[in-house]
């Protein structure tokens, strides 16, 4: 049974870890509020220039000579996922909930005969796939402080070498997307090759004919990989805003449980301590009694 010291030294540790706890929880609401801002700005760009794209590459087949070739339909080769997470912890099962998806979509392709290649962007999910799946990670960098353009286009280059070199099928982005301050949404996002279907509002709409110059084939040769950048980029900024608001909950749920167990200490000690006041008032008492 612990004692009156023990149970002191451990409302303070557990008091101290109350306060970094909290603090870690205000961190973390002001970068989100940043990286919010940062993902909301990013959207409505993607999505432009994913219509763009649809729109422009109406009417020319998967297979056409004309695109590139990392953009075109291939043959059964290996698929790529590139799978982005946190470089820290302490953000619940922000990380956990896309590794635990990635290592059933590589048993689904195992299955298939096609096994995959994994790129990790993020150092936890490097971390946790190297004990199971080491040997499908052919390529990992860690995420940084701030999405950067930068990554996204190195990145990016990185996909084209391995799908020129003919070791790659497809590739798809996996990551958690920020929806609100308490929730966010796995998604998995075909990039490679480009999806050039139009949206289903586009669809709805009339035909409407148009004139390119200098020419579809030119301007798809200059939009495709700048789509691909930024959908990358978009990924990423989404992820970096979802782990800020998990980091946010988690470090909130721990700051409530922390106050709550040194309630439960306190209530304790008082009890000890006034358990050991009684018993020297009654051995007082009975040494008196006794003279």
Not at 66 to 89: E, I, Y
Request: charged residues 25%.
């Amino acid at each position: 049974m612990a004692n009156l010291k023990d149970l002191r030294n451990r409302i303070a540790s557990v008091r101290a870890t109350c306060k970094i706890t909290s603090a870690m929880k205000m961190v973390a609401a002001s970068k989100l509020r940043r990286a919010q801002t940062q993902a909301e700005n990013a959207r409505p760009y993607a999505e432009s220039l994913q219509d763009m794209l649809a729109s422009v590459s109406q009417g020319i087949p998967a297979h056409d000579d004309s695109l590139p070739a990392w953009a075109r339909a291939s043959g059964n080769k290996s698929p790529a996922l590139v799978v982005l997470t946190s470089d820290r912890g302490l953000c619940g099962g922000f990380n956990a909930s896309v590794v635990r998806d990635v290592r059933h979509r590589v048993d689904e392709l195992e299955k298939q005969g096609t096994p995959p290649i994994l790129i990790c962007i993020g150092r936890r999910g490097r971390d946790m796939l190297k004990r199971t799946h080491s040997k499908y990670i052919v390529h990992s960098m860690d995420f940084g402080r701030t999405p950067s353009y930068a990554v996204a286009q190195d990145l990016a280059e990185t996909l084209v070498k391995l799908f020129t070199q003919s070791k790659l099928d497809s590739c798809d982005l996996m990551f958690n997307a920020f929806k609100n301050a308490l929730q966010q949404e796995l998604r998995m996002r075909r990039i490679m090759p480009a999806p050039m279907d139009p949206p289903e509002e586009a669809a709805a709409k009339p035909t409407v004919w148009r004139i390119y110059e200098p020419g579809r084939n030119e301007i798809l040769a200059g939009l495709l990989p700048l789509n691909m950048k930024t959908q990358i980029y978009l990924a990423m900024v989404e992820s970096m805003a979802g782990e800020h608001a998990a980091r946010m909950t988690a470090m909130d749920s721990a700051t409530r449980n922390a106050s709550e167990m040194i309630d439960r200490l306190n209530l304790r000690y008082n009890r000890l301590r006034q358990a050991a006041i009684t018993t020297e008032m009654i051995e007082i008492v009975s040494g008196s009694e006794a003279m």
